[in-house]
């Protein structure tokens, strides 16, 4: 059981490149989640699922895109990369949501040059 | 809208002192109340949770309890190791038209000198 698995780990990209993480879980959550995470900004919710073939935006949104084409994953695209997205990235995923809590991924730190 | 607010670190303190990381939230309804903790290099993992007002959460010897009167779930454990380290952040989960979403913390490091 591995949990929520996360690749890449590191990844250095040129403004306007484009790139894709994947996020995986295998204790089949209805919930994944992604966030990014900022010095002093805490976590922020970027989009989310509350299952297969659904996503929804959250609170920060814009430069990312985002596919649930399988329960057990979810991807998070970037289409045109900007210096302002160089961050560590986290995937999370929950049962029922709610009442229960967030299982996370190990991060994918980002820098985009 | 919903928020937490938790004390700015870096908190600095020697082997076996007490330790207590304020944490206050706005919320509507009722929410469940976690903490996380995450270690250098990895992610945020479940340290406790608390689902309804008077609960108290607890494990390897942290504790908070959900105070709806004061909206308070401050984390406290009574002699912190230098293991403890870490960065700990304060979080809630509302639903909104049946959809969780989870609310964090900026988060509060924790240094635990020998």
Partial sequence: NAGVTQTPKFRVLKTGQSMTLLCAQDMNHEY????????????????????????????VPDGYNVSRLKKQNFLLGLESAAPSQTSVYFCASTGTGGRTEQYFGPGTRLTVT | GNSVTQMEGPVTLSEEAFLTINCTYTATGYPSL?????????????????????????????????????????????????????????????????????????????????
């Fill in chain 1, 32 to 59: 994944m989640y992604w966030y990014r995470q900022d010095p002093g900004m805490g976590l922020r919710l970027i989009h989310y699922s509350v299952g297969e073939g659904t996503t929804a935006k959250g609170e």
């Fill in chain 2, 34 to 114: 976690f903490w996380y903790v995450q270690y250098p290099g990895e992610g945020l993992q479940l340290l406790l949770k608390a689902t309804k007002a008077d609960d108290k959460g607890s494990n390897k010897g942290f504790e908070a309890t959900y105070r709806k009167e004061t909206t308070s779930f401050h984390l406290e454990k009574g002699s912190v190791q230098v293991s403890d380290s870490a960065v700990y952040f304060c979080a809630l989960s509302t639903t909104t038209s049946g959809t969780y979403k989870y609310i964090f913390g900026t988060g509060t490091r924790l240094k635990v000198l020998a």
